[in-house]
C-alpha cells in the first residue's frame, strides 16, 4: 500500500511526501509505487551500486564511477537519476548493456532482494555525510524542488529532519540498517565512502575506489578524475545537459544539486540549541554501530570508522 500524503512541519507548513508504509517515505512523491517494485529488481553481478542517503555528494561519486568504469575521465552524457533504482523500469534497465553504475536512496530494507548477501555480487559503494550538512542540503534541495511543495523555514525543516518525515524517510534509521549490513557479513562487497574524505584528499578516495572494484589505473588518472569532478567543473556540465534533463534546477534557475559543496555549512543554520540536541539523537540514534562522522574539515577525534 502506498499513498501520498501532505506531512506537517512542526509550524504547520506541509511537505508532500509518497508514504510506502509506516515509517518508510519514496524518495519522490510520485515515486511512491516505484519503490515497491524495487525490490524484485534483477541485475548483473559486474554492475556497479551507489547507495546512500540523498544529499550526501551522491552525483559527485557516481561521475568519479562513470569515469573509471570509461576508463576516461569525460563528464557522463546523461545523469545519474537515469539508473536510479526508483526512476526506471526492469524493461528500461535491461536495454543497458551492463556494467551499469545504478544508484539509490534506498533503505537497506528497501534495495533490491538480489542484493542480499550471497545472491547477487554486485559490489557496493556507500556514501555517507555528516548529517547536519545533509539536514542543510536536504533543506535548500526541498524547497527549491516543487515537486515537494514545501515552503517551510529553517526551523521547521529541521524538525522533520529529527522526526525522519522526509523524501527516503529517516537519515538515523537509513545510517544503523546500512550499517547493521556492513557490519553482520564478514565477505560484504560494500566499500563505505565519506563525503569528508572525498573533500579532504579525492585522488585517494579515487584510488580507493577503483582498487575496491577491480580497475588498475594509475595515480595520473586519479588526479586527472579528481580534477574534472571538481564542483565547479560538474556543475558547468549540468549548465549543458540541463536543457535535456531539467531535474536539477528550480524555476528560479537554482541548481539544487551542485550548492555549496562545502564541510560545516551547518554551523550557518543550526542554533546552539539545536545542535544540541541534534548531538544527543545522534548519539543515541547510532549507539550499537562503529560509525563516526567529520563536522568541520580540521575535526581530527571524530576521524574514524
Ligand atoms: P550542498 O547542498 O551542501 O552544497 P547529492 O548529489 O547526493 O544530491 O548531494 C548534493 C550535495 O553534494 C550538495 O551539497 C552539493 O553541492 C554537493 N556536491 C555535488 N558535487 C560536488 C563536488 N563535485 N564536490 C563537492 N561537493 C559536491
Known amino acids: 500500500m502506498f499513498s501520498i500524503e501532505r506531512i506537517p512541519d512542526c509550524e504547520g507548513s506541509t511537505i508532500k511526501l509518497g508514504v510506502v508504509e509506516e515509517g518508510y517515505t519514496a524518495p519522490w512523491p510520485v515515486m511512491a509505487e516505484q519503490s515497491i517494485r524495487v525490490l524484485n529488481l534483477k541485475f548483473n553481478s559486474n554492475d556497479i551500486i551507489l547507495a546512500g542517503y540523498a544529499k550526501s555528494g551522491t552525483h559527485w561519486v557516481w561521475e568519479i564511477l562513470s569515469m573509471l568504469l570509461k576508463g576516461r575521465a569525460e563528464p557522463a552524457q546523461s545523469t545519474k537519476e537515469m539508473l536510479m533504482f526508483s526512476f526506471g523500469t526492469q524493461e528500461g534497465f535491461d536495454e543497458i548493456p551492463s556494467p551499469r553504475i545504478f544508484n539509490s536512496h534506498a533503505h537497506y530494507s528497501g534495495m533490491p532482494y538480489v542484493l542480499r548477501p550471497n545472491v547477487c555480487k554486485a559490489k557496493i559503494v556507500y556514501l555517507l555525510r555528516n548529517p547536519k550538512d545533509v539536514c542543510v542540503s536536504f533543506y535548500h534541495h526541498l524547497r527549491c524542488a516543487k515537486d515537494f511543495d514545501y515552503h517551510g523555514s529553517w526551523n521547521g525543516f529541521y524538525s522533520l529532519f529529527i522526526q525522519g518525515k522526509l523524501p527516503g524517510g529517516s537519515w538515523f534509521d537509513h545510517i544503523v540498517g546500512w550499517q547493521e ?125
Not at 560484504?188 to 579525492?202: A, G, H, M, R, T
Not at 542554533?271 to 562522522?293: A, H, P
Open 181 to 305: 549490513a556492513i557490519e553482520s557479513t564478514t565477505d560484504s562487497p560494500i566499500l563505505p565512502v565519506f563525503y569528508e574524505d572525498l573533500k579532504q584528499n579525492c585522488t585517494y578516495q579515487i584510488k580507493r575506489m577503483s582498487e575496491f572494484l577491480g580497475f588498475n589505473y594509475n595515480n595520473d588518472f586519479f588526479e586527472e578524475i579528481a580534477e574534472k569532478c571538481k564542483l565547479e567543473n560538474m556543475k558547468a556540465n549540468d549548465q549543458k545537459l540541463k536543457k535535456q534533463y531539467p531535474i536539477h534546477t528550480s524555476e528560479d534557475g537554482n541548481n539544487f544539486i551542485f550548492r555549496k559543496g562545502i564541510v560545516g555549512d551547518w554551523k550557518n543554520w543550526f542554533t546552539v540549541s539545536q545542535n544540541e540536541e541534534f548531538d544527543q539523537i545522534t548519539q543515541k540514534r547510532l549507539r550499537g554501530t562503529n560509525v563516526k562522522f567529520q563536522y568541520s574539515i580540521d575535526d581530527k577525534q571524530n576521524f574514524q570508522n
